[in-house]
């Protein structure tokens, strides 16, 4: 079932007690449907946006019964669900792919809706990369999810991706030429891809806030942001902030992780990291993902990248569904090749002992 008959078939008057003053007060805060409702929680609807038009008790109400009437419908999971209901919910989940076929399979598919997926690495190791060739990807997206419901016209073309960026790397030369190179018209696909440039930590959060107005506008399938913590990392960068930039963090991927859950969406969000003295006995220098726990416990896959040699290594850890693993991976013209069958010319960045 796709997303615009979803949002089509759950309407405000559905919500059980819900009176027409209600819906008038919800439509003067922006809240235009079930959904938007269902993604807000009381405390942020009272203390952000309701300018004294709810108190917290009928905000939890009226949330409460927003998620209810989605759960009814099977859009959210139960509090308490049976094993069976959690399938069910499990293979709605659609994936969306990179077209290289190693690094699609290494992601039992592509990456998942319903999930934030992270990606970590150094500067350089293939972060934007990978999240250009998933632009290109939007073009076969409709076609590859199998597993979505089959009593829906699975060839919608409205299916878009929200590319949010942070740190202005991103290239609409790229998108063209990698959708080029793999046989796809790349008009057709930077169509599908909305651009979205930040310039500073709040104006991310406001973005992140209001996305669910975007999600719906453009029926989005796929959320990327490249990179969910350079702007945050260089605002708060003192020790006295970092519990006020964990905290901002925090927020952000809480609602990003409602957005997939509620919309069935994929978000695919890069990370940088910080390096570390190891104090033991080989007293070497390690890297780890920035953000800390507050990173760590928001998403629902980790996949790590670093260089080795002309390729590159990802390796996916902290899972529920895959195992420990790793891959390599090139950058091509075309993408993210195989390192295998990858002939093109040797890494020129000059930086290869890094790894
Ligand atoms: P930061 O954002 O700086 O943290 O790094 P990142 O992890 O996002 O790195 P990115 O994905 O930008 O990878 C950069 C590398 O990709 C370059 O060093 C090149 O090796 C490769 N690359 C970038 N653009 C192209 C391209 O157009 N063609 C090819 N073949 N390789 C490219
Ligand atoms: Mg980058």
């Known amino acids: 079932m796709s997303m615009s008959s979803r949002l089509r078939e759950v309407i405000m008057e559905d919500i059980p007690d819900i009176t027409s003053d209600t819906v008038d007060r919800l439509r003067k805060l922006n809240i235009n449907s079930v959904y938007q409702l269902a993604v807000q929680t009381p405390s942020e609807l009272v203390l952000e946006i309701s300018d004294g038009l709810f108190d917290i008790g009928e905000a939890s109400n009226l949330i409460g019964n927003a ?167 260089a605002e708060f960068s003192g020790r006295e902030t970092l519990g006020e930039r964990q905290q901002r963090l925090g927020k952000m991927l809480n609602k990003l992780r409602r957005y997939a859950d509620i919309y069935n969406i994929a978000v695919v969000i890069t990370n940088q990291v910080v390096s570390y003295t190891d104090n033991s006995q080989f007293g070497s220098d390690y890297i780890k993902p920035a953000g800390g726990n507050v990173m760590g416990h928001s998403s629902t896959y980790r996949i790590f990248l670093k260089r080795s040699g002309k390729n590159r290594l990802a390796t996916i850890f902290d899972s529920p569904y895959h195992p420990n693993q790793q891959i ?25 002992s890094t790894w």
């Open 67 to 233: 998620r209810k009437i989605l759960t009814e419908r099977q859009i959210l999971s139960k509090e308490f669900s049976t094993a069976d209901d959690l399938l069910e919910k499990r293979n709605k989940i659609s994936r969306y792919a990179t077209g290289s076929k190693k690094f699609d399979d290494f992601l039992n598919g592509g990456f998942e809706s319903q999930a934030i997926t992270e990606i970590s690495g150094e500067f350089g190791s293939g972060k934007s990369q990978i999240c250009h060739a998933l632009c290109v990807a939007a073009n076969n997206l409709v076609e590859n999810n199998k597993l979505d419901d089959d009593d829906e016209n699975k060839q919608s073309a409205a299916e878009t991706i929200i590319f949010i960026d942070t740190e202005n790397t991103f290239r609409v030369d790229r998108i063209y030429q990698i959708a080029e190179q793999n046989g796809f018209d790349p008009l057709t696909i930077l169509q599908k891809v909305y651009h979205c440039k930040i310039f500073n930590s709040e104006e991310l959060e406001s973005v992140i806030n209001n996305l669910d107005k975007s999600i719906e506008q453009y029926n989005t399938k796929l959320v990327i942001v490249d990179s969910i913590i350079s702007l945050h990392r």
């Open 328 to 352: 390599k991976f090139s950058i091509s013209d075309d993408g993210i090749q195989n390192a295998s069958s990858y002939k093109g010319p040797e890494n020129v960045d000059g930086n290869d």
